[in-house]
C-alpha cells in the first residue's frame, strides 16, 4: 500500500511535505543519523522533506536547512516531526509555524546523573523536560523509539502515542577498517570495547571498573578500548583519567572521536562489547555491535532491555566482579559465546530495513492524512499526588501503609509508585484500583537493587506525571531520588513526610524549603501522621478529606 494512495478516507489537509526539526544536526550521532535516514524514506514515499535545524557540523552543512526559516517556509500542507531529547529553546518557533505538528521522542538523560560533574548539562536537562510538557498542547501525536520513552511520553498526557523500532541504514556501519589501527589492536589481546561519548550517564568509570576486574581475575592480556569524545579538561573527562591511574590497568586505549573506518577497526577487532550506560533511550551502538558480531554485555537500566530484546547478556549488576564474570565465560565458553552470537543475529532480523521502514509508514499514515481520532477527554484529574516511590517495591514498609491511609481519607487522590521486580516492557503507566485507591505505577529508570536497604532508583516518568499535573505532590518519603527532583522543580506546592528512622544529615534544605509542608513520620504515629496530613490538606482547599 502506497502511504500517498491509500483506501482510507483522507483528512481535510492531508500533508504534501513532511520535514523535521532538531536543535542541532550533527555528523555520526544517533539522533542525526536517524532524521537524514527519515528524510530519505519520507522522500522515497513521495514527499517533499527536508531536516531544519538551530545548529549544525561543517559536515552537514548541506544537508540543513535554517529552524528560522520554517515557520515562512511551511504551509498549511505541511507535517513537521520534532525530535525531542535535549534543551532545544525551540518551542516558540514550533507554537508559530503552520501545519501539524509530531514528536519525535528520544528520550531525555535525567539531570541527577550529571550532578556533580556537569551542572549546566544538569540544568539543560531539566529544561528539556520543561520543554516536553510545553510541547504537548502542540502535537497531534508522538513517537517513541521504547516503551520506556513511550511511558513517559503517556505520563505526560501526550495524546495518540506510538512505540517505533529505530530506523537505522545499517548499510553505513558497512565501511571497511583502518588498516593501520587493526594492525594496532589484531596483536592477540582480548579487546573489550565501549563505543560512545564519555559523558557521566554512559557511565564509563563502571566499564573501566570492570575492565580493571575482568583483566585482574580473568584475562592479563585484556585490553579496553574506548570510542568517542572525550575532553580531558572536563570534570568527567579528569575523573576517568584520574581513576585509571588509581586503578592501574594496563593496556586502556582512550580514542576520543574516531572515523568511520578506525571504529570498524575497533568493532573487526572486538572480544566483547561492554555498556554499563546508566540511561539510554534506545542504545544504537548495542546493535551496531551485533550487526558486526561482537557479543554484548549490557547494564539493563532504562530503555537498554527493550534494545537487547532478549539477545546478548543484559545484566541488572553493577558489581565490577560479577559483570566481569560474563565476560570473561563469553571467552572461556565457545558453546555460549554461539549462542548469543546467534540470538544477536535473530534480534537483528527483527529490525530488518524493509520491515522497519513498513512500520514507520504505517505508524506514520493516519497523522499523515489527517485521520488521527480527536483525543478522549481526560478524566478529571486527582487533586493530590501521593508519590511513594517505596509503594511497589516495599508494600510493607511504614511509608507504603502511609500512603495507602492517607489515599483512604482523600477523595480524588492517586498514588505513585514504583513498578516492582524485573518490569516487562509497557507503553504506558500501569494503573490499578485496589479498594478504592488509585496506584499508579511507573518502570523505575534504573534496576531496583537487590538490597532491601538500598535507595530506590528515580522514575523519570514518574516525575513527569507529577510536573505535570495540577494535583498537589505529596512526597512520602522526602529522601528519595524522585523526591529530590521534584522538590527542585516544584518547591513552592509541594508538601512531604520525612521518615525519623533515616539519618537526617541532608535534609537541612529539605526543612528550609518545605517548612510548615513537611510532616515527620514516626513508627508509633503512622495513624496520627495519616489523620494530620489529610486534615492539613483539606483545610487548604487541596482536598476533601472523607
Given at each position: 500500500m502506497s502511504i500517498l494512495r491509500s483506501n482510507r478516507t483522507t483528512g481535510p489537509s492531508a500533508a504534501r511535505a513532511v520535514h523535521?526539526?532538531?536543535?542541532?544536526?550533527?555528523w555520526g550521532d544517533a539522533v542525526g543519523n536517524q532524521a537524514r535516514y527519515l528524510r530519505e524514506l519520507l522522500r522515497g514515499w513521495g514527499y517533499a522533506s527536508e531536516i531544519?535545524?538551530?545548529?549544525?557540523?561543517?559536515?552537514?552543512?548541506?544537508?540543513?536547512?535554517?529552524?528560522?526559516?520554517?515557520?515562512?517556509?511551511?504551509?498549511?500542507?505541511?507535517?513537521?516531526?520534532?525530535?525531542?531529547?535535549?534543551?532545544?529553546?525551540?518551542?516558540?518557533?514550533?507554537?508559530?509555524?503552520?501545519?501539524?505538528?509530531?514528536?519525535?521522542?528520544?528520550?531525555?538523560?535525567?539531570?541527577?546523573?550529571?550532578?556533580?560533574?556537569?551542572?549546566?548539562?544538569?540544568?539543560?536537562?531539566?529544561?528539556?523536560?520543561?520543554?516536553?510538557?510545553?510541547?504537548?498542547?502542540?502535537?497531534?501525536?508522538a513517537y517513541a523509539y521504547s516503551g520506556f520513552s513511550a511511558e513517559e511520553l503517556v505520563a505526560a498526557g501526550v495524546p495518540h502515542v506510538s512505540v517505533l523500532p529505530f530506523a537505522m541504514d545499517w548499510r553505513a556501519f558497512d565501511t571497511p577498517a583502518d588498516p593501520v589501527l587493526r594492525a594496532e589492536l589484531e596483536d592477540g589481546c582480548a579487546n573489550v570495547l565501549f563505543v560512545g561519548r564519555a559523558v557521566p550517564h554512559k557511565r564509563v568509570d563502571d566499564v573501566l571498573r570492570v575492565f580493571t576486574a575482568y583483566q585482574r581475575l580473568y584475562q592479563p592480556r585484556g585490553r579496553l578500548v574506548v570510542a568517542g569524545y572525550l575532553n580531558r579538561e572536563t570534570p568527567y573527562g579528569g575523573y576517568l583519567h584520574g581513576l585509571r591511574d588509581a586503578l592501574g590497568p594496563e593496556r586502556v586505549l582512550f580514542l576520543g572521536r574516531v572515523s568511520a573506518a578506525q571504529l570498524s577497526a575497533c568493532f573487526a577487532t572486538a572480544t566483547a562489547y561492554l555498556s554499563m550506560s546508566r540511561h539510554e533511550g534506545f542504545g544504537v551502538p548495542l546493535l551496531e555491535a551485533m550487526h558486526r558480531g561482537v557479543p554484548v554485555v549490557a547494564h539493563?537500566?532504562?530503555?537498554?532491555?527493550?534494545?537487547?530484546?532478549?539477545?546478548?547478556?543484559?545484566?541488572?549488576?553493577?558489581?565490577?566482579?560479577?559483570v566481569a564474570g560474563l565476560l570473561a565465560v563469553l571467552e572461556r565458553n565457545p558453546k555460549l559465546r554461539g549462542q548469543v552470537l546467534e540470538a544477536q543475529r535473530t534480534r537483528l532480523e527483527e529490525l530488518g530495513q524493509d520491515a522497519v521502514a513498513?512500520?514507520?509508514?504505517?505508524?506514520?499514515?493516519?497523522?499523515?492524512?489527517?485521520?488521527?481520532?480527536?483525543?478522549?477527554?481526560?478524566?478529571?484529574?486527582?487533586?493530590?499526588?501521593?508519590?511513594?516511590?517505596?509503594l511497589g517495591p516495599h508494600p510493607d514498609?511504614?511509608?507504603?501503609?502511609?500512603?495507602?491511609?492517607?489515599?483512604?481519607?482523600?477523595?480524588?487522590?492517586?498514588?505513585?509508585?514504583?513498578?516492582?521486580?524485573?518490569?516487562?516492557?509497557?507503553?504506558?503507566?500501569?494503573?490499578?484500583?485496589?479498594?478504592?485507591i488509585e496506584t499508579w505505577r511507573f518502570t523505575p529508570d534504573e534496576p531496583l537493587s537487590r538490597e532491601p536497604s538500598a535507595e530506590l532508583p528515580g522514575a523519570?516518568?514518574?516525575?513527569?506525571?507529577?510536573?505535570?499535573?495540577?494535583?498537589?505532590?505529596?512526597?512520602?518519603?522526602?529522601?528519595?531520588?524522585?523526591?529530590?527532583?521534584?522538590?527542585?522543580r516544584l518547591p513552592s506546592r509541594t508538601w512531604?513526610?520525612?521518615?525519623?528512622?533515616?539519618?537526617?544529615?541532608?535534609?537541612?534544605?529539605?526543612?528550609?524549603?518545605?517548612?510548615?509542608?513537611?510532616?515527620?513520620?514516626?513508627?508509633?504515629?503512622l495513624a496520627t501522621t495519616a489523620a494530620r496530613l489529610a486534615g492539613l490538606l483539606a483545610r487548604t482547599g487541596d482536598a476533601h478529606a472523607r
Open positions: 523535521q526539526l532538531v536543535p542541532r544536526l550533527a531544519y535545524a538551530e545548529q549544525w557540523d561543517e559536515e552537514c552543512r548541506e544537508q540543513v536547512r535554517p529552524a528560522k526559516d520554517y515557520p515562512r517556509e511551511a504551509g498549511a500542507d505541511s507535517a513537521l516531526l520534532i525530535h525531542h531529547s535535549f534543551e532545544s529553546r525551540l518551542v516558540p518557533l514550533v507554537a508559530r509555524s503552520p501545519g501539524r505538528k509530531a514528536l519525535v521522542y528520544h528520550n531525555v538523560t535525567p539531570a541527577r546523573l550529571f550532578q556533580g560533574f556537569e551542572r549546566k548539562v544538569a540544568q539543560a536537562c531539566t529544561a528539556a523536560r520543561e520543554e516536553l510538557l510545553a510541547l504537548r498542547p502542540l502535537v497531534e501525536c539493563g537500566a532504562a530503555a537498554v532491555p527493550e534494545t537487547m530484546g532478549g539477545a546478548g547478556l543484559t545484566t541488572l549488576s553493577r558489581d565490577p566482579v560479577e513498513l512500520r514507520w509508514k504505517q505508524a506514520l499514515l493516519p497523522f499523515l492524512e489527517g485521520t488521527l481520532e480527536a483525543p478522549r477527554t481526560p478524566e478529571a484529574p486527582a487533586s493530590v499526588d501521593l508519590v511513594c516511590p517505596a514498609s511504614d511509608m507504603a501503609r502511609l500512603a495507602l491511609r492517607v489515599a483512604e481519607k482523600l477523595g480524588r487522590a492517586r498514588v505513585l509508585t514504583l513498578r516492582p521486580g524485573i518490569p516487562s516492557p509497557r507503553a504506558a503507566p500501569e494503573v490499578v484500583q485496589d479498594g478504592g523519570s516518568s514518574l516525575e513527569t506525571a507529577v510536573v505535570g499535573s495540577p494535583a498537589v505532590p505529596v512526597l512520602l518519603g522526602v529522601d528519595t531520588a524522585s523526591a529530590r527532583e521534584l522538590l527542585a512531604g513526610v520525612e521518615d525519623s528512622t533515616r539519618p537526617d544529615s541532608s535534609r537541612a534544605e529539605v526543612r528550609r524549603l518545605l517548612d510548615t509542608r513537611l510532616l515527620e513520620l514516626k513508627p508509633s504515629s
